[in-house]
């Protein structure tokens, strides 16, 4: 009867100490920290022929550090620490897709950090060469943070390659390498996919890019043409009709107008974007802002 | 040849009757669970982050396996005078040295092919609920188990090798785990110098010492094939077929030092 009191005890004790250990913990807990990781080679002997499993076991030490400082405890992570320790992780196991979809998640919002992102992005690429993600991502960040989409097409165009059952990527690699002032060689990529596929929807979608590029192409040579024979740069389309270079304005298949802007390069008010509505051909001050300027 | 198979066979029943098998079972249950657990954190590659998990796992534990199991083998027997009885038949000793290596290698055999059989069933378990279409690379997962009984072999060689020169088990245990650890890392450290990632020049005699080094010390990371089989990587049956060729040679010189040491052995 005795041992069976003390036996009851002892479990009420532990259930006792498991109850209030939390709560006791969370007041006395220290301020989370991420700590710098040995180098990448010492992690390497250290691992004894599993660094894909060190890989992955930081990878996810830093996934959790990263949930519970910015999720549970509402503070900012160290971010430098967390690309220090995916860096290495993808030294010891540079396959590990996780670290650089975390890493992608975690610092394409930070300009600063592109330049490093793009070159841990790169490092996956190159052991990755299947995986679309990854040139996907280093296009994304070249264009909408360091506002440079010739490098945001060039990469665009092997995301595309690597995934060809998405068209979205081929056009979108189209639209970057007209903003990047490379019509010309949008114009022969999207007549390489034309060529190549084989699923008509996709045709009919690189077509319909392929023809507005095409138009694009055609006011840009009379611009050049203008440029030559009057020695200063049009305002409008119609000067290049009026002036008998073109003899009808083009009409953009996505809906839009074409217009000159500020800087002497053809725009569209439909942004070579599918469901453009008609009546918000006004809005053009407003599109022209958010067109990347040329050459930048 | 008859006595030596009769040493192999009481080995295995040694495993046996300690419960090898039944601890394996509770292992290969624990790892189907844990492996699904594990994955589950990943956020692109749950199968490929299983398949990593079940091979280091086996990984780590047949080597852990082989280091208390392959110390069993002769070294406790001689600690504990249980053998002499045995060596002083009319039995060529060798007969028992490669009679008890035979067995060691039967019991790893049967731990990677248990461990690996009940990893295959959780993996293949899991497939189903992946997302997009996956596929399992089997047969490079058998190639990444094979690599590890070859690496366990290996290791089993040196222990037995290391344990006919010792008097008691602490030096071949203590002599077996530096090899472990040098062979591990000699392909690491000789690739790292050479790449000229240190940011010095390493004097010639350095180099030439972890070159020697690194034709003496066996190179267990010719038998990691684990990044074939979690990343299904393109993989080459010579490349298997070389490493298994360096595996058994390496395996035959061990024991055949063993052999002759053990035989001038006074007991």
């Given at each position: 009867m005795k041992r069976i009191g003390l036996g009851i005890l002892l479990l009420l004790l532990v259930a006792l100490t498991t109850y209030y250990y939390p709560k006791l913990q969370r007041a006395y807990e220290p301020s989370l920290r991420l700590h710098r990781l040995l180098p990448a080679f010492a992690l390497k002997i250290s691992s004894?022929?599993?660094?894909?499993?060190?890989?992955?076991?930081?990878?996810?030490?830093?996934?959790?550090?990263?949930?519970?400082?910015?999720?549970?405890?509402?503070?900012?992570?160290?971010l430098k620490l967390v690309y220090d320790a995916l860096n290495k992780a993808t030294d010891l196991d540079p396959r590990n897709m996780?670290?650089?979809?975390?890493?992608?998640?975690?610092?394409?919002w930070i300009k600063p950090a592109i330049p490093v992102l793009n070159k841990l992005l790169e490092k996956g690429f190159k052991q990755r060469p299947w995986d679309w993600y990854l040139p996907f991502f280093i296009g994304v960040n070249y264009y909408f943070q360091l506002n440079d989409p010739v490098h945001a097409a060039k990469y665009m165009k092997k995301a595309a390659r690597l995934n060809p059952r998405s068209p979205v990527l081929a056009t979108l690699a189209a639209r970057m390498l007209y903003q990047g002032n490379q019509t010309q060689a949008g114009i022969i990529y999207l007549k390489s996919l034309v060529r190549e596929t084989t699923n008509p929807l996709f045709r009919k979608k690189f077509e319909k890019r392929l023809h507005a590029l095409e138009e694009i192409f055609f006011l840009e040579k009379a611009i050049k043409q203008y440029e030559k024979k009057f020695g200063k740069s049009p305002l409008e389309i119609h000067e290049l009709m009026r002036t008998g270079i073109i003899r009808k304005t083009p009409v953009d298949p996505y809906g839009g107008m074409f217009y000159i802007g500020k800087d002497g390069r053809v725009y569209t008010t439909s942004k070579l974007a599918e469901g453009w509505s008609k009546d918000e051909r006004h809005k053009d001050r407003k599109i022209k802002k958010s067109v990347p300027k040329r050459g930048s | 040849m008859r006595s030596i198979l009769a040493f192999a066979v009481t080995t295995l029943k040694g495993g046996v009757r300690d419960r090898l098998l039944q601890g394996l079972v509770l292992v290969?249950?624990?790892?189907?669970?844990?492996?699904?657990?594990?994955?589950?954190?990943?956020?692109?590659?749950?199968?490929?982050?299983?398949?990593?998990y079940s091979l280091s796992v086996i990984h780590i534990l047949s080597i852990i396996m082989t280091l208390f199991f392959g110390l069993n083998l002769i070294a406790r027997e001689l600690d504990s005078k249980e053998n002499h009885f045995i060596l002083s038949q009319p039995i060529p000793r060798s007969s028992y040295v490669m009679g008890k290596y035979g067995g060691f290698l039967l019991n790893i055999f049967a731990i990677v092919t248990i461990l690996g059989l009940f990893s295959i069933m959780g993996l293949l378990l899991m497939i189903p609920g992946a997302k997009g279409s996956v596929s399992f690379p089997l047969m490079k997962f058998v190639s990444a188990l094979l690599g590890i009984f070859f690496s366990c072999s290996i290791l089993g060689a040196i222990?037995?090798?290391?344990?006919?020169?010792?008097?008691?088990?602490?030096?071949?245990?203590?002599?077996?785990?530096?090899?472990?650890?040098?062979?591990?890392?000699?392909?690491?450290?000789?690739?790292?110098?050479?790449?000229?990632?240190?940011?010095?020049?390493?004097?010639?005699?350095?180099?030439?010492?972890?070159?020697?080094?690194?034709c003496i010390f066996p190179n267990f990371a010719l038998f990691d094939f684990k990044a074939y089989a979690i990343y299904g990587l393109p993989f080459s049956g010579r490349l298997l077929l070389v490493s298994v060729a360096y595996g058994v040679t390496y395996a035959a010189v061990c024991i055949f030092f063993a052999v002759i040491l053990f035989d001038k052995r006074d007991i």
């Open positions: 004894f022929g599993n660094k894909e499993l060190m890989a992955t076991l930081i990878f996810y030490n830093t996934e959790f550090y990263f949930g519970e400082k910015a999720g549970f405890r509402k503070e900012t992570p160290e996780d670290c650089y979809y975390f890493a992608q998640g975690t610092l394409s | 290969g249950f624990l790892l189907i669970v844990s492996t699904a657990v594990f994955s589950s954190f990943s956020m692109r590659q749950p199968l490929e982050v299983a398949i990593n222990i037995v090798l290391f344990t006919s020169v010792a008097t008691s088990s602490i030096f071949p245990f203590l002599m077996s785990c530096a090899v472990y650890a040098i062979g591990e890392n000699t392909q690491t450290v000789r690739r790292y110098i050479a790449s000229g990632m240190v940011g010095k020049e390493f004097p010639p005699v350095f180099r030439l010492l972890t070159d020697i080094i690194y």
